[in-house]
DNA sequence: AATATTTTCAACCGCAGGGGT
DNA sequence: GACCCCTGCGGTTGAAAATAT
């Protein structure tokens, strides 16, 4: 079970692969596609095991991929979809087209970590640090949580927080010089539309509007979920909510219940929101479970993707309008 | 300029699970 | 059902690059 035969077989090379090495993989692949990987690398000329060609494949090669730094959209996208799916690097990677899950999981373990900790978030359950080290049982963190089982399915209140700005992204372009792709980053929003969404009217897609209006429901139905923190960095830590009625009184209400604000029209960074409350689970009986999964009888019936579809298609809207969430 | 330390990220490893026999 | 082969995933490692001293 799980072996590799490949790599038993005969010598073959391991670590950084060379540009003679690209080159002959490309070659093969393009010629001849992937097929099975194993024999990749003896039909290829390579002295390498299929499983190194095929991970080479999927995280340089391969045409499409974005290199370089991730863009604020998606590195918002990645910290929502790991407080749903926790460390499902792939299913992550699906909806960020061009990344892949090798690229992520570094971004996460050596960027994104470090930051929410800083700002005083555990990355693990995406709860204030205060909150998690408080009890002595710690609760189960969303990387343990089942996403089959859609009773549960965590969704952690939209947060957001600032950082500094004053270091904008550098414009890189990348260059392979197989694929020839070219990536051009970003450049940041202003930090102070934390939290804040756009005008529905404005939005490109209704269905993603619909959706982060059954999200931002979930959210006030269980709001609160960091209210009464006591940590003062968490609360310097410019946190948010999204939550609508409570949350924004000047907001103007959206279709189905989401107050949107006007950028600027928030208090600077301060805690928005005083519900009270933990937790925040999916019921097959709710109205929220139905206003985002209208066909489905039983949370059990709906498909993981499913979910996503619906639920992220939020971070296409924000994508779309280059609107920041997180604040990052 | 030299060295030490930290960060980044490509690649490896082991495991799980699916499909075929 | 047991075994084998293969793919895919997530955790981890370690070399290279960047930064600090």
């Given amino acids: 079970m799980g072996r590799h035969s490949g790599c ?3 010598k073959v090379r391991k670590g950084l692969w060379s540009p003679e090495e690209d080159e002959k993989l490309m070659e093969h692949i ?4 992937h097929g099975c990987w194993s024999s990749v690398p ?3 000329g390579l002295q390498r095991c299929g499983k190194s060609c095929r991970l080479r494949w999927i995280n340089y090669l391969r045409p499409g991929l974005k290199r370089g730094t991730f863009s604020q959209q998606e590195e918002n996208i990645i910290i929502e979809l790991h407080a749903v799916l926790g460390n499902r690097w792939s299913q992550i990677a699906a909806q960020l ?3 892949t899950d090798n690229e992520i999981k570094n971004l996460w373990n050596s960027c994104i970590k470090k930051r929410l900790r800083q700002r005083g978030v555990d990355p693990d359950t995406h709860k204030p640090l205060s909150e998690t080290e408080a009890g002595e049982d710690k609760p189960p963190t969303v990387s343990d949580t089942t996403p089959a089982s859609s009773n549960e399915l965590p969704y952690r209140a939209l947060m957001a927080f600032d950082v500094d700005r004053s270091i904008a992204p550098t414009e890189r372009i990348y260059h392979n010089p197989f694929t020839e792709f070219q990536d051009v980053v970003p450049s940041f929003p202003p930090c102070n539309q934390i939290g804040l969404l756009p005008h529905p009217q404005l939005s490109p ?3 993603a509007t619909a ?8 959210v006030d139905m269980n709001a609160g979920l960091y209210s009464d923190t006591t940590s003062t960095e968490f609360e310097s830590s410019s946190w948010s909510y999204l939550s609508p009625e409570t949350s924004h009184p000047r ?3 959206g279709n189905d219940g989401i107050q949107f604000s006007d950028a600027g029209n928030t208090s ?3 805690l928005i929101g005083t519900q009270s409350g933990s937790g925040i689970e999916l019921q097959s009986d709710s109205s929220l479970f139905h206003s985002i999964f209208p066909s489905s009888e039983d949370p059990e019936d709906v498909k993981w993707s499913e979910y996503l579809n619906g639920a992220f298609a939020v971070s296409a809207v924000l994508q779309n309008q280059n609107q920041t969430l997180y604040g990052f």
């Fill in 8 to 10: 038993y077989k005969q």
């Fill in 30 to 33: 393009a010629k001849h596609g």
């Fill in 42 to 44: 003896k039909q290829a």
């Fill in 97 to 99: 087209p061009g990344r």
């Fill in 205 to 207: 897609c209704a269905e």
């Fill in 211 to 218: 959706s982060l209006s059954a999200i931002t429901r979930l």
């Fill in 251 to 253: 907001g103007r209400s």
């Fill in 268 to 270: 600077n960074g301060s």
